[in-house]
Nanobody, 116 residues
């Protein structure tokens, strides 16, 4: 069973930065395209960004382009989400998961709250 553990969230002022981490207990991590999702209160979970095994990043949410980026450390089975110039509308619970195939069981996520 794959375990996903997200961390790094918190309360930050508008314009601030955070770096989220997600550790995945899966042997195939280095070959997986990993993705970050987020879910704001009352809204559906949305895909934010993803990173291929090769390191190629795709930013899927137009609202974060130019502000967020994704990186990974395959030796640590960890994927990161660097969030800069945060805005109140970025407030959400952030999750990671594989992008392709059947989703693994979701982790608990990490709460990001941006104050204005």
């Amino acid at each position: 069973q794959v375990q996903l553990v997200e961390s790094g969230g918190g309360l930050v002022q508008s314009g601030g930065s955070l770096r989220l981490s997600c550790a995945a207990s899966v042997r195939t991590f280095s070959s997986e395209t990993m993705a970050w999702f987020r879910q704001a209160p009352g809204k559906e979970r949305e895909l934010v960004a993803s990173i291929r095994w090769s390191g190629i990043v795709t930013i899927s949410a137009d609202s974060v382009k130019g502000r967020f980026t994704v990186s990974r450390d395959n030796a640590k089975n960890t994927v990161y989400l660097q969030m800069n110039s945060l805005k109140p509308e970025d407030t959400a619970v952030y999750y990671c998961n594989r992008l392709g195939g059947v989703r693994w069981d979701w982790g608990q996520g990490t709460q990001v709250t941006v104050s204005s």
